[in-house]
């Protein structure tokens, strides 16, 4: 049997579930006492609690859930549990259902006890509690025998703080808003059932308990599917578990091997992987430093070219003029040596000659050579003569 107790601040549901305890063999899961616990050990989640109730804040809703799972996963828990004190409000309704679900163990029963707004005043301004056992009293109509100690175990009774009317008002117009509809979530469910929390305790307890024996046939024969549920939600938690041992098992091989000393091979290979990451550097930066001279000669480029073109405009403009000279001509013998002379262009300006022609030249040379070669027998022929003469 899963079942959780609902009712408002003094309407006696935590009395009523150590009873239930007692009786079906059943752990009770407070929230209460199970945060202190958590926090008295120093669990993981017990640092959490504590970190946010030092910081004055409630307890967030994962932390209480992550509580339960772990409470109601232990072997004494397989049975059933009563749950009390939570859930507080529709949200932590919600998500207890969707993590019972998950671990294929869903809530059987929710257990109401309703009590009057006068009644839950005054049981709440009476109420002592025992300090050593928790055993709970009031001094309105059931006190212990001596005043101010426990009857079970001589222990000192305490009454709390806030166990005043001003405080007792604001807590059950907390419950009227918070946990309303919550009774309404399970009553949609069908899994709602209310008993009076007016009388004798021995008499509320008879009722709750004609109740639980009416579900409980139902909760023996659970449908196959809830067990596969199960049984599912317990495979996957080993698998799980054997997957978080073999990563941290993976984990510390590596650590391991990292921290042995690297072979020489190993280091030939470091050392070359650092050398060509080194020389890929180097040619990535030669790289980039080429595309950047391009870059800059490019944005150069056209003011060069404006340059050279005003350079060649003004070679053009001032260049100098070309000087035309004729070469000598030379005849052998008696001949004249006509030679000729260089001239000179003058000081005034002078017409440009036009430049002879190439071949003109030729024909001129070949002219001139002719006439020299004629005289030359010219002048051997009078020197024979005389000779004859």
Request: hydrophobic share 35%; charged share 30%; glycine share 6%.
């Amino acid at each position: 049997m899963r079942i959780v107790m609902l009712g408002a601040p003094g309407s006696g549901k935590g009395t009523q579930a150590k009873l239930l305890v007692e009786k079906y063999k059943l752990p009770q899961i407070s929230t209460g006492d199970m945060l202190r616990e958590a926090v008295s050990e120093g669990t993981p989640l017990g640092r959490q609690a504590k970190a946010a109730m030092d910081a004055g804040q409630l307890v967030s809703d994962e932390i209480v859930l992550s509580i339960i799972q772990e409470r109601i996963t232990r072997p004494d828990a397989r049975k059933g549990f009563i749950l009390d004190g939570f859930p507080r409000n529709l949200q932590q309704a919600e998500a207890l259902d969707q993590l019972l679900t998950s671990l294929g163990r869903p809530l059987n029963l929710a257990l109401l006890i309703a009590v009057d707004v006068d009644a839950l005043i005054q049981r709440l301004v009476g109420r002592r509690t025992c300090l050593s056992c928790g055993q709970m009293y009031n001094v309105f109509y059931a006190p212990p025998h001596i005043e101010g100690r426990c009857d079970a175990c001589g222990g000192r009774l305490r009454h709390r703080a806030d166990d005043n009317e001003e405080t007792i008002g604001n807590r059950l117009r907390v419950f009227e808003t918070h946990t309303n509809p919550v009774i309404e979530y399970y009553q949609q469910q069908g899994k709602l059932r209310t008993v009076q929390g007016v009388g004798e305790i021995a008499d509320i307890f008879r009722a709750l308990t004609k109740i639980v024996d009416e579900v409980k046939p139902s909760a023996r024969s659970e449908s196959r599917t809830d067990t596969i549920r199960a049984a599912f939600a317990k495979h996957r938690a080993t698998k799980a578990r054997k997957e978080a041992a073999a990563r941290q098992k993976m984990a510390a091989q590596t650590k391991a091997k990292s921290a042995k000393p690297a072979t020489v091979k190993n280091k030939a290979a470091a050392t070359e992987g650092e050398e060509s990451k080194a020389s890929h550097k180097k040619a990535v930066a030669k790289k980039a430093a080429v595309g950047k001279k391009v870059a800059a000669k490019k944005k150069v480029a056209p003011k060069k070219k404006l340059a050279a073109k005003k350079k060649l405009v003004a070679k053009k403009k001032v260049a100098p003029k070309k000087k035309v000279t004729q070469k000598k001509t030379v005849t052998t013998g008696n001949a004249k040596k006509k030679v000729s002379k260089k001239q000179h262009a003058s000081k005034k300006v002078a017409p440009k000659k036009k430049a002879v022609p190439k071949k003109k030249a030729a024909v001129n040379k070949a002219k001139t050579a002719k006439k020299s070669v004629v005289k030359k027998k010219q002048a051997i022929a009078r020197k024979t003569a005389r000779k004859k003469r």
